[in-house]
């Protein structure tokens, strides 16, 4: 009988390990912009394996914080039940420990709004069974991935047709004293007007101009959430569109590994009304 049991138990794991290793894997990006390749990682729906050749896929772009890696998503959270409960790609890279995903003016080697935005979207439709157009395309991310996330889609709204914010650092201004900051945006004496200009709450017009669909959350203990409700108020009398949400919590993997399950919610209505869902591709 233990011979037995030892038996269903390996092969248990020997199959749990093949499926999980088919949708969660590690692939290298290469960046002309920045003369390097990055790690991303790849979260591919059950479906994706079961499908015919011809299937293809909404994406959804996530973005990690500051000091954060391609890691953090898939190891501080179960993300990857998303990615079958939506039929969706999961694509998670690596922005750098304190790049702001912005194209740096003052360091020409940090151009991380060119990676995240460009390459590593034409790297994933290159590779990957995706829809390849912008009503199948979401990208948010947490705090500084939060920032990076909308200020991608503002910048490329053919690229982006959904996008999110979960505790983001929409007003950098506010963020001086994070370390490293200074040294992609600049001084922010000498260089006010970039700062200035890149503060997600300074651009709530743009964003409506932008025709993406929005969703922001932040929680009410977090440091984040006023520079957060200014934004949703900005949103609110400019008649922006969005969802906005405070749930409780605080600057945190509980906060945001909750969280993240609602936007990625929105994003697969957000698909579906589009048109864009993997059942409709698959039609």
Known sequence: MNQTRAFWLILTLLFTTHA???????VAIPSVAMHKSLAATVVLPDQYARGKGADRFPVVYLLHGSGGDYTDWTSNSQIGKLADR?????????????????DSPVDPRSRYETYVGTEVVTYVDAHFRTIAKREARAITGLSMGG????????????????????????????????PGIDRVFGDPARHAD?????AIVENARSLGNAHI???????????LVQSNRTLHERLVELGVPHDYAERPGGHTWKYWA???????LFFAGAFKRNGSSAASAAA
């Open 20 to 26: 999980w290793a088919f949708q969660s894997r590690v």
């Open 86 to 102: 939506y039929h969706v790609i999961l694509v998670m890279p690596d922005g750098g420990h304190e790049s702001w995903y912005i």
């Open 147 to 178: 920032f990076g996330a909308l200020h991608i889609a503002l910048d490329r709204p053919d690229e982006f047709g959904a996008a999110g914010s979960i505790s983001g650092a929409v007003d950098p201004r506010g963020c001086e004293n994070e």
């Open 194 to 198: 970039f700062w200035d200009n890149e």
């Open 213 to 223: 669909a929005l969703t922001i959350d932040c929680g009410v203990n977090d440091s």
């Open 258 to 264: 909750n969280a993240v399950q609602y936007q990625v």
